[in-house]
């Protein structure tokens, strides 16, 4: 069971990526999925969810129109859109799903995000 991250990379300020989290060993549809942050010297930060108890999602101010949220559950995998990114986006990107009745929790290895021209 694991939560599998992939699509950071190194984006000038400005540009544009799109992170993923592929579920392997269990399936999205009944969880509550999320996206964090961690900067270098800060503490993690919460970006944004999706609550499937109700199919909201919710944006911190940092990520609120500029970043999306968003599931496929024919492929078992979370995104997030991110545009316009700023230097201080740069950090380890991590994905999180919780169950609903959060006997589970879960969450991805990290990718690195780099913006910086």
């Known amino acids: 069971v694991q939560l599998q991250a992939s699509g950071g990379g190194l984006v000038q300020p400005g540009g544009s990526l799109r992170l993923s989290c592929v579920a392997k060993?269990?399936?999205?549809?009944?969880?509550?999925i999320g996206w964090f942050r961690q900067a270098p010297g800060k503490e993690r930060e919460w970006l944004s969810c999706?609550?499937?108890?109700?199919?909201?999602?919710y944006y911190t101010s940092s990520a609120r129109g500029r970043f999306t949220i968003s599931r496929d559950n024919a492929k078992n995998t979370m995104y997030l859109q991110m545009n316009s990114l700023k230097p201080e986006d740069t950090a380890v990107y991590y994905c999180?799903?919780?169950?609903?009745?959060?006997?589970?929790?879960?969450w991805g290895q990290g990718t690195q995000v780099t913006v910086s021209s």
């Open positions: 999180r799903a919780r169950s609903t009745n959060y006997a589970y929790d879960y």
């Open positions: 060993g269990f399936t999205l549809d009944y969880f509550t």
């Open positions: 999706f609550d499937s108890s109700n199919s909201n999602t």
